[in-house]
């Protein structure tokens, strides 16, 4: 048994209500007329059904209640003379459309609360701020969720619900569509009226004042009505909310977003050149794609990805056959899959051989040109023999029509070659009016089908890249690697000095102290302040030198001529100490001088000068930025950007998404550069992004790579000196590394040891395992529910968690140490996915656990394969981010171990520390050892009011409870 989420009453309502402002429909404003048609002829038709004798159940309820009579009219109450029918009816109201004026819209969502709904869509909008906050404050306190105000309403086609103002309900389906725009939803359905796309939810969210993007995306993650989500995105204002809801949801369904607002007025003043090349467009498709969603561009192209989604089968790769019945056409899909980074590689030879021996006579060549004569049985073994080519992830079949095509013959074929078809297929049936019914044809069979070459390969791609994204969504790197550890607190002392100086700026020696204390390779630097002391320092470094002026004031040494290259010798270094702070004091009189840096000069043919970068988002955080380097950076902009954690993986992928990356291989005679030093560098960067809040801004530009590794010969640091943090450690981050700091070593009570650890995605196999070990009292107890092992869904949902939103504690023991072997504890049942009794009611050793907190496990690289699960704790927040649900799990052989009370200590700890209020749980009131177990942790046992089998079980957060 799960819960409803607590959107279900405004997604999924077993009644609705509408409130108008007067009884007479003619003073109802020109918006509002229509809804109150529609819904009072649903009401009347609903009324006849009844009246006639119709017992079948009328599914959704329908009320219709005025302002100015304060109750619904006599015709909208529909068959009360009809006792079965009157029994069939549900006994709620969950939804209130508010179809008022914004002025009456509060006395509206009173009205509305005293019919009992627990959700409202208010359609007018406020003129102002003041006027969204006084809504939201009287829907909280009234406990209703309030979707608006300026929200177009809400469809649910699977259930013929239309709550709105967007127009004809579409065809039911499993595409979600949620919309910062109610106009541009409602042309979206208007263009999905004459195609198969069908929808299950379509959500106008409007001013966003209560339920936002973030909290539907929520909802849609456990919707078993939808399959695929489509989002129109202009802006989010909290972004770790909507990364951690957008995370979940596309780890199991993918998500396609059109983002509107390419914006690039938010740069400001930047002192870096990293602030300077970060737009909030480029920023938000960073996060998009790291979120695991696929991101477009056009509105065409959202139609288009919609078209494919819709068919339910989606290719896992960016490799492209085409079968095409003319030249013309298949070249413009090949040159779009070339614009789109879509690979056409030559057929295997199997499939080579099954051409010519099914094809005599056509060139086994990708695209496939059959010709114009192409029969429909030609067509069928093309793409027959293509559904097993091992170099191909999806299957494109263009047909044109002509005179002597029989274009109804190859559109038969194609539907019956469909069917089981191996791999992902789709269609482009070039024309329109001679092939629409044809078109029609392939829509009803699931076959994404196109009218241009260009548009079915854009879409082919825009789903292809929901794999390659679901790859970066899998990666939660820890946010220190297995590299050599940093000096972390060296780090911290530089920036603590700088900042007790009251400087924000660091010089290039403090910058590079920085990047050498996180093992980041940096050029010898030396300060000159005067002539002679750099003619010094010349000689004790060695020529040629690299000479630049040492000031915080100047963001771009060589913009204002204070940078010189190649410096050969003493008289050299003196005439270029004197040019420099000439030429720097002429171009920015006010600038601070310090003096003059010297450092080695590095030159060598192969060399690449390449640049990294940090800056801050105003709503993401920290970003990382690569890119090409040097002094055209901001020109060139051949950057792409990244969000932190990062591990080797992530910084790989970064690399290659630029263009420079194509010349770090071997290039014009130069050999290829050390790449793996690259990769370490970003993720040593990564390293300083996590544990320094205080870096705003960073430039590390040039570094110049070469076949022996990198090195970063200029730096600038910016600081803040008080970073924005949201709450637990790295919470100045978008997305929460793995948890590494919480891992630790544990005994059970007859001296057997464990590992207790976060969560990953590597676990669900052998979550998969525990789930299945559990007895089946364990596992009703602990789901409420007969299953015997997890859907894909739900391993993917409970291994691949955002950190933020949700923590999973693993217990795990190691066979090869005995610690797997069964205990004398007996197990006595498992809580619901809120709880677990063990037994363990007796707390007389959980002092060993907390000594054994600072004991290090001799062996640091443990056996994957080996490791056990043997419970598993969690809890998830709830909307108000205040307070969470928890769940436990203990194996039946490890139950009476006090495994289960060192667990929930564990979690209770970690919630305190994030600042949570209260913990919650529901367990089975028959579940006396797990009450037991909750009572001697310090929760309060409460019966709930909506199922007398369950209780609740709570503890306050922020008053002292038992020590963890």
Request: proline share 6%; net charge negative.
């Amino acid at each position: 048994m799960e819960h409803r989420h607590y959107l279900s009453p405004m997604f999924d309502p077993a009644g609705v209500l509408l409130v108008v402002a007067r009884d007479d429909p003619g003073s109802d404003p020109s918006w509002a007329a229509p809804i109150r048609a529609r819904f009072q002829a649903e009401i009347d038709n609903a009324a006849n059904a009844a009246g006639n004798g119709n017992r079948r159940r009328r599914g959704i309820e329908r009320r219709l209640v005025s302002l100015e009579s304060g109750r619904p009219p006599e015709r909208s109450q529909p068959g009360e003379q009809a006792g079965p029918a009157q029994a069939d009816r549900p006994d709620r109201l969950d939804l209130a459309l508010i179809a008022t004026p914004i002025d009456d819209a509060l006395a509206a969502l009173e009205l509305a609360a005293a019919h009992g709904v627990r959700a409202a869509a208010v359609l007018d909008r406020c003129e102002d701020d003041a006027c969204a906050n006084r809504l939201v404050e009287r829907a909280r306190a009234l406990q209703v969720q309030l979707l608006g105000p300026g929200s177009m309403g809400l469809m649910c086609p699977p259930v013929r619900l239309d709550a709105s103002r967007l127009g004809r309900l579409p065809a039911s389906g499993n595409v979600a569509l949620v919309s910062q725009s109610g106009v541009l939803a409602g042309a979206i359905l208007d263009w999905a009226g004459d195609t198969a796309i069908g929808f299950s939810l379509i959500v106008s969210l409007g001013l966003e004042a209560d339920v936002d993007l973030a909290k539907v995306l929520d909802y849609l993650a456990g919707d078993s009505r939808t399959k695929a989500v489509v989002v129109y995105l202009e802006a989010v204002a909290e972004a770790r909310s909507f990364m951690s809801a957008l995370r979940a949801l596309a780890t199991i369904k993918p998500v396609v977003v059109l983002k509107a607002g390419r914006d690039a007025s938010t740069r400001g003043a930047a002192r870096t050149h990293s602030g300077a090349i970060a737009a909030a467009d480029a920023v938000y498709a960073a996060a998009l794609r790291r979120a695991g969603a696929v991101q477009v561009r056009l509105f065409t192209q959202l139609f288009t990805a919609v078209r494919y989604l819709a068919a339910r089968n989606w290719p896992l790769g960016k490799r492209l056959a085409i079968v095409s019945n003319g030249h013309g056409p298949a070249m413009l899909a090949a040159d779009q899959s070339w614009g789109a980074g879509i690979r056409l590689l030559p057929f295997a030879d199997a499939t080579r051989q099954a051409l010519r021996e099914r094809l005599p006579g056509i060139e086994p060549a990708n695209p496939l040109n059959l010709g114009i004569d192409a029969s429909p049985s030609a067509f069928a073994d093309a793409i027959d023999s293509l559904a097993s080519d091992a170099d191909s992830d999806a299957v494109l079949a263009l047909m044109s029509p002509s005179a002597g095509v029989d274009a109804r013959a190859i559109t038969d074929r194609v539907v019956s070659v469909s069917r089981g078809f191996a791999k992902p297929l789709f269609a482009c049936w070039l024309g329109d009016s001679s092939v629409r019914e044809m078109r029609a044809k392939l829509d009803a069979a699931g076959l994404p089908v196109f009218r241009t070459p260009e548009a079915a390969v854009d879409a082919f791609s825009t789903v292809a890249t929901f794999h390659q994204n679901q790859l970066l969504l899998q990666q939660v790197p820890h946010p220190l690697s297995e590299m050599e550890p940093p000096d972390v607190e060296a780090a911290r002392a530089v920036i603590d000095a700088a900042l007790a100086h009251r400087r924000e700026v660091l010089s290039e020696i403090e910058s590079k102290a920085l990047l050498d204390a996180f093992r980041i390779p940096v050029t010898r630097t030396v300060l000159a302040t005067d002539v002679d002391e750099a003619v010094r320092i010349g000689e004790l470094i060695g020529y040629p030198l690299v000479m630049k002026i040492a000031s915080a004031d100047v963001s771009h040494k060589s913009d204002a001529g204070g940078v010189a290259l190649n410096v050969r010798n003493a008289e050299e270094v003196r005439a270029q100490f004197d040019a420099i702070v000439a030429s720097v004091r002429e171009a920015l009189p006010a600038a601070r001088i310090d003096g003059v840096s010297l450092q080695p000069m590095l030159r060598s043919r192969g060399t690449r000068e390449l640049y990294v970068g940090v800056f801050r988002n105003r709503l993401f955080g920290p970003v990382i930025a690569f890119g090409a380097g040097g002094t055209r950076v901001e020109v060139v902009r051949d950057t792409t950007l990244e969000f932190p954690p990062l591990n080797g993986y992530l910084a790989r992928s970064m690399i290659g998404r630029t263009r420079v990356a194509a010349t770090l291989g071997e290039f014009r005679g130069a050999p290829p550069i050390d790449d793996e030093a690259l990769a370490r560098l970003l993720v040593r960067v990564s390293e300083m992004v996590c544990e320094l809040p205080q870096i705003l801004e960073m430039d590390v530009n040039p570094v110049i790579a070469d076949e022996n590794g990198v090195v970063a010969v200029d730096a600038r640091i910016v600081l803040d000196r008080a970073p924005a943090s949201r709450g637990a450690r790295y919470g100045h981050m978008a997305i929460m590394p793995y948890p590494a700091h919480l891992s630790r070593q544990a005994r059970l009570r007859d001296g057997r040891r464990y590992l207790i650890r976060p969560i990953q995605a590597e676990d669900a196999e052998g979550l998969q395992r525990f789930t299945r070990g559990l007895s089946p009292q364990s596992r009703y107890f602990r789901f409420i529910s007969t299953l015997n092992e997890l859907t894909p869904r739900m391993l993917a949902r409970y291994t691949q968690i955002d950190y933020d939103r949700e923590l999973a504690l693993v217990a795990v023991c190691r066979p090869g140490e005995g610690a797997c072997a069964p205990g004398a504890g007996a197990g006595a049942g498992q809580g619901r996915g809120q709880g677990q009794g063990q037994g363990d009611r007796d707390q007389r050793d959980d002092r060993d656990d907390r000594d054994e907190r600072d004991e290090r496990d001799e062996r640091d690289e443990r056996d994957e394969r080996d490791e056990r699960i043997i419970g598993v704790a969690r809890y998830l927040l709830n909307p108000d981010r205040d307070t969470c649900e928890f769940a436990i799990a203990v194996a039946d052989d490890f139950q009476g171990q006090g495994l289960g009370s060192t667990l929930m200590r564990a979690l209770i700890a970690e919630a305190r520390l994030r600042g949570l209020k209260r913990m919650e749980g529901y367990v089975l009131a028959i579940n006396a050892s797990m009450i037991g177990l909750m009572r001697a942790l310090g929760f309060t046992i409460d019966r709930d009011p909506d199922d007398e089998t369950l209780k609740i079980v709570w503890i306050a957060l922020d008053q002292p409870g038992p020590p963890a």
